[in-house]
């Protein structure tokens, strides 16, 4: 079977040499996920943005087709061309059998408009629980808001972070989806924890980096060290969090990093706060936990954290600096909650396991009868 990942930040994670562009955390899933499925043998194709490489070159057995460049056009024009005219190309490039995306956008609508015109498959996977309410969508135009709704609605399967975002799709959408878990990279052999609190996203408003900020006036004596690049039309919220960062003794700010240099701080951090207002299932988290890292955060997806006692979920803002001061004042605690996330991880995180549900909903989506109902794969 021919798969194509479509994710137009996928390339800085999978080509090194593009490392300074912006890597979001669906790219982190995807690329780790055609990873998976080329090991497996399956013709795995990705279409990304326009960064200057060769079209078609291939990366780790990916082959990768470029679809535009994201600041190409005139406004509103653009949305024609070269957004829709070049998705379309890279997409009839890539001649995939089935195709598979995420995150709201209206790339979701054109994709499905694809597979519908040249009768092809469509998964989509949820990315962030605003995802899945309309009135929550990280998405700024009616136009787009309508294309995403219109792609959804015609997707194969859907699958889902968490039993709680399936609920959420099936209350305000009426339909249904399955959950998959998430994959990891195994981590390498670090030494030593000089990090109190990791604090790792982009630095857009959802994310409420000024709750860290806030933590650290609390807690003057625990270093923080804060990762997070500036995104379109935040530019001044992000000059303002680096001028406070950077203000505060405690603080480490590196700005945006690549997700490689991003990833050796886990293994040196005692803990990674979050302080989100809207996530899905942050990939930080796993990042965190397979290198024994707690969790202290207000989104506990499914209550995985409290369940399973990795970190705390701060009932409050006010109770991220509470848990912060206990963890890091009882090195037993600390020792048992970052044991708990290495069990954790290593049970329910295999490649294998996790793999097992994508596989089986892109086989069955992929024999699925035309004139059939919508894939019975797709289930909570």
């Known amino acids: 079977m021919k798969i194509c990942l479509v994710g137009f930040d996928n390339l800085p994670l999978l080509a090194p040499e593009y490392r300074g562009h912006l890597i979001g955390g669906e790219a982190v899933q995807q690329v780790l996920l055609g990873r998976a499925l080329a090991r497996r043998g399956y013709d795995v194709s990705m279409v990304v943005a326009d960064h200057g490489q060769d079209d078609g070159a291939q990366w780790e057995a990916i082959r990768v087709f470029r679809a535009y460049r994201l600041d190409a056009g005139l406004p509103v024009l653009r949305f024609i061309h070269p957004r829709w005219t070049g998705m379309w190309s890279a997409l009839e490039r890539a001649g995939a059998d089935l195709y598979y995306t995420s995150c709201a956008g209206m790339h979701v609508g054109l994709l499905a408009l694809f597979c519908r015109r040249f009768r092809k498959r469509f998964v989509f996977r949820i990315a962030s629980d605003s995802d ?3 009135s929550r969508l990280l998405v700024p135009f009616a ?24 609920h959420t799709l099936r209350c305000n959408y009426g339909l249904a989806s399955r959950v998959a878990g998430m994959l ?62 950077r203000a505060r003794p405690n603080v ?43 969790v202290v955060t207000l989104i506990d997806p499914d209550g995985v954290i409290e369940r399973e006692g990795l970190g705390v979920a ?11 001061r206990a963890l890091l004042d009882d090195p037993g605690a600390w020792k048992a909650a970052s044991d708990r996330c290495l069990v954790y991880m290593a049970r329910e995180y295999g490649d ?19 004139a059939g109902d919508k894939m019975i794969a797709s289930h909570v």
């Open 314 to 324: 701060a009932g409050s803002p006010a109770g991220i600096a509470s848990a912060v």
């Open 252 to 294: 480490t700010f590196h700005g945006r990093l690549p997700y490689w240099d991003a990833n050796a701080l886990y293994g040196r951090s005692r803990l990674l706060v979050n302080t989100s207002d809207v996530e899905g299932f942050p990939n930080s988290y796993l990042q965190a936990w397979i290198r024994g890292v707690p």
């Open 132 to 134: 899945c309410d309309g």
């Open 143 to 166: 136009r787009d808001r309508w294309l995403y709704a219109y792609g959804l609605r015609r997707a194969d399967a859907i699958l889902a972070q968490s039993v709680a975002q399936a």
């Open 184 to 245: 990891v990279e195994k981590p390498l052999p670090t030494h030593g924890r000089e990090i109190d609190v990791l604090w790792v996203s982009n630095i857009r408003r959802e994310k409420r980096p000024d709750r860290i900020l806030e933590l650290t006036a609390i807690l003057p004596g625990v270093k923080v060290h804060m990762v997070g690049g500036s995104l379109r039309d935040e530019e001044a919220l992000f000059r303002e969090i680096e001028g406070a960062a």
């Open 352 to 370: 294998d396991k996790i793999l097992s549900t994508y596989l089986e909903t892109f086989e069955r989506v992929a024999r699925r009868d035309d």
